[in-house]
């Protein structure tokens, strides 16, 4: 039977391995580091399993849905749809009829006073102004300022951006990172008109918005070891693979340290890592030189969080929303707040909570921390994090006292920057990948960060293995069943 090894067991590999349970091949996932999940992990803080990662899926796009569906598992939806944006010192809601921060809402706009009155006067010229001719790729932040003018950048699109990337939009891709905006905007001569193509029809009064995140009950992070048990492969943990080769017939990986490494045969190879690790098991392979280039012009964004968990009785007024965002231009060190017990009602209902003052439950906060460039913040220690991180949210939200419990997450090389030229960059990868029989790569590197996004590269990696199923070669990736071990 063929063998296809996925290096990587993120969600990326393991969504990958699934796919391809009933493909007639045996499938292997390589995961280097001593746990599976990449992105995805869960813990108990103050007795709630809580996820130190990912914690939201989009169930707007199908792939997760889809995929949670097929394993048989039951989703949560979020509890609130609304959020807030805490700038200039000030809770103020985020505005509903915007997309990714972009308004198309003016009044409404203008009564979140999220940006000032000149700001919405400047943003209200786009409704005006002549198209804003563009040639080929450029930033998020030049073309929305260009259209709406920098508050709106500053006060609502950056902060959005840096939510979900940790980056700059002074850097990022607007065809890359907001691509159906990107593009209705070529088809609208107001930006704002653009976004409100985007966007459902105003909900009436009467029936609220429906969330467009859900959760699983015990966590995302709970997900890779369901999806690595369900897809039937191999899966081993402790596995980093070193190096990529070509071989006759297809292709050889070599694991585990230069003392003792250990050499795995397959056909076909996925590779389901970020950039870097990539570019570095592809920097020996013959015709795979434009693809290490181009993934080594990657930049990843390292980010914190810190989780804390409060007696509901030390917040002033219980949280109404999901969460805010902070824009960078406010100088603070925390980016963006989620009160996870409030969008997520079911972590209060849980067996697991501290049930010694049911009149008087924990609260569960956590705070991002990090964006692309602010690397000196996250080498501070745990309890200075933490520190930082409680003293943010006390300024913002009147929490008193000191959290119950922390915890504090780190995620260096956390999230792929789609800057500038991205997808031209992804396309000369996937040129090259293409000439490369019995590979394929999948991940958040690609076509956007989140998890659907993740999961939908990984369906189309595993159609490409099926697809090419030239090659014959055997091996085996069970340490000491037909592994070929070698010293040199
Ligand atoms: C803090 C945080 C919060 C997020 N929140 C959300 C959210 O709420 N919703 C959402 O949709 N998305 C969210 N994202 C984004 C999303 O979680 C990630 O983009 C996604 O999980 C990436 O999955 P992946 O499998 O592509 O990569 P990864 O999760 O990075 O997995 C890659 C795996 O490859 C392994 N690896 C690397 N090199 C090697 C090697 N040489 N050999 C073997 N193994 C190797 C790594 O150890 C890792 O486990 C969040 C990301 C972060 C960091």
Not at 435 to 459: E, M, N
Request: proline share 7%.
């Amino acid at each position: 039977m063929r063998h296809v090894v996925i290096v990587g067991g993120g969600i990326s590999g393991l969504a990958a391995a699934f796919f391809l349970r009933d493909a007639g091949v045996r499938v292997c996932v390589l995961e280097g580091s001593p746990r599976l999940g990449g992105k995805l992990a869960v813990s108990e803080i103050a007795g709630v399993a809580v996820d130190e990662g990912a914690e939201a899926l989009l169930v707007t796009r199908p792939e997760g849905v889809g995929l949670i569906g097929d394993l048989g598992l039951r989703l949560v939806a979020a509890g609130t749809t609304s959020a807030a944006i805490w700038t200039r010192q000030t809770m103020r809601p985020l505005p509903r009829r915007q997309f990714m921060g972009v308004p198309s809402d003016m009044g409404e706009l203008a009564a979140s006073g999220v940006v000032s009155p000149d700001g919405v006067a400047r943003a209200e010229r786009d409704l005006d102004l002549p198209a804003t001719e563009r040639d080929g790729d450029v930033s998020v932040a030049d073309y929305v300022s260009a259209r709406l003018g920098r508050e709106v950048v500053d006060r609502l699109v950056d902060p959005l951006l840096g939510g979900v990337y940790a980056g700059l939009s002074a850097e990022l891709s607007f065809d890359a990172t907001l691509p159906a905006l990107a593009a209705a905007s070529r088809r609208h001569r107001s930006l704002a008109e653009a976004a409100g193509s985007l966007l459902p029809p105003p909900a009436a009064p009467a029936s609220p918005a429906r969330p467009v995140f859900s959760t699983l009950p015990g966590g995302l992070g709970t997900l890779p070891d369901i999806l690595a048990k369900e897809s039937g492969a191999t899966v081993r943990t402790g596995a980093m693979v070193r190096e990529l080769a070509r071989t006759g017939q297809g292709w050889r990986l070599t694991v585990g340290s230069a003392a003792a490494p250990e050499r795995i045969d397959a056909d076909a190879v996925i590779l389901a890592v970020p950039a870097r690790p990539a570019g570095r098991l592809l920097a020996g392979v013959p015709g795979a030189s434009a693809a290490v280039t181009a993934f080594g012009e990657f930049g990843y964004a390292s980010m914190a969080i810190v989780t804390l968990a409060y007696r509901r009785s030390a917040f002033p007024e219980l949280p109404a929303g999901s969460g805010y965002l902070v824009p960078a231009v406010d100088g603070h060190a925390v980016k963006a707040v989620t009160f996870s017990t409030v969008k997520w009602p079911h972590l209060l209902n849980t067996d697991l909570v501290d049930q010694s003052d049911p009149r008087d439950p924990i609260d569960i906060v956590r705070c991002s921390v990090g964006r692309v460039g602010e690397e000196a913040l996250l080498q501070r220690d745990d309890a200075d994090l933490a520190g930082l991180a409680a003293a943010d949210l006390a300024a913002a939200t009147g929490v008193q006292g000191a959290p119950l419990a922390t915890r504090v997450t780190r995620w260096g090389g956390a999230l792929p920057q789609y800057t500038v030229g991205h997808l031209e960059r992804v396309a000369r990868i996937r040129a090259a990948i293409a000439d490369l029989p019995g590979l394929a790569v999948c991940g958040a590197a690609y076509d956007g960060v989140g998890i659907p996004a993740c999961i939908a590269t990984a369906r189309a990696a595993a159609d490409q293995v099926r697809a090419t199923q030239a090659v014959l070669s055997n091996g085996l990736c069970q340490p000491g069943h037909g592994v070929a071990r070698n010293a040199g």
